[in-house]
């Protein structure tokens, strides 16, 4: 079990170009989220999956934003024709289940910067 | 709707004393889970410790303890004897069944030594 691993940890683009980012869950976790954060912030929800299937997202997850779990394994998050205001951290997390004891395990994140 | 609320923006510890870090939440659900998470500066959330609900008796791991008061609803970390390495964010989080993880502003720690 390596943890939940995310790429890449940096990325830096010029405004309106589309960027991808990966995150593989520890095994065997069904419940994959991503979470954006802006310095000082905490961490806001973006979406989750249960398995491959996307059950929530959230209103800041704007028509520019797409996030897919193909096979319920890996996931991808990708934002087109970025904004400056897209630069943060975009953090993953996987969780065995979606009991309410269960915690999530976070990768280190991939730090966007638009320029 | 699920909200955390955590008042204390930045805390300063003497080195080796106790420091309690605040967190109130809100929700309808009557079955819900608290964690607390630190975040060193190098980014990577770490879970620290969990209280459900239900749970009769406060948790504790190691120097992490957590005062639950549920009529209340605040669920405080404690952290016993700091360490520099205690030094960092730390985000008070809720999860009702079923649903996301919702977190609070956090709030950074600063121990001296």
């Known amino acids: 079990d390596t943890g939940v691993s995310q790429n890449p940890r940096h990325k830096i683009t010029k405004r309106g170009q589309n960027v991808t980012f990966r995150c593989d869950p520890i095994s065997e976790h069904n419940r994959l989220y991503w979470y954006r954060q802006t310095l000082g912030q905490g961490p806001e929800f973006l979406t989750y999956f249960q398995n491959e299937a996307q059950l929530e997202k959230s209103r800041l997850l704007s028509d520019r934003f797409s996030a897919e779990r193909p096979k319920g394994s890996f996931s991808t998050l990708e934002i087109q024709r970025t904004e400056q205001g897209d630069s943060a951290m975009y953090l993953c997390a996987s969780s065995q289940t979606g009991s309410t004891n269960t915690e999530a395990f976070f990768g280190q994140g991939t730090r966007l910067t638009v320029v | 709707a699920q909200k955390i609320t955590q008042t204390q923006p930045g805390m300063f510890v003497q080195e080796k004393e106790a420091v309690t870090l605040d967190c109130t939440y809100d929700?309808?659900?009557?079955?819900?889970?608290l964690f607390w998470y630190k975040q060193p500066s190098s980014g990577e959330m770490i879970f620290l410790i969990y209280q459900g609900s239900y749970d009769q008796q406060n948790a504790t791991e190691g120097r992490y303890s957590l005062n639950f008061q549920k009529a209340r609803k605040s669920a405080n970390l404690v952290i016993s004897a700091s360490q520099l390495g205690d030094s960092a964010m730390y985000f008070c989080?809720?999860?009702?069944?079923?649903?996301?993880?919702?977190f609070g502003p956090g709030t950074r720690l600063s121990v001296l030594p």
């Open positions: 929700t309808s659900d009557p079955s819900y889970g």
């Open positions: 989080a809720m999860r009702d069944y079923g649903q996301n993880f919702v």
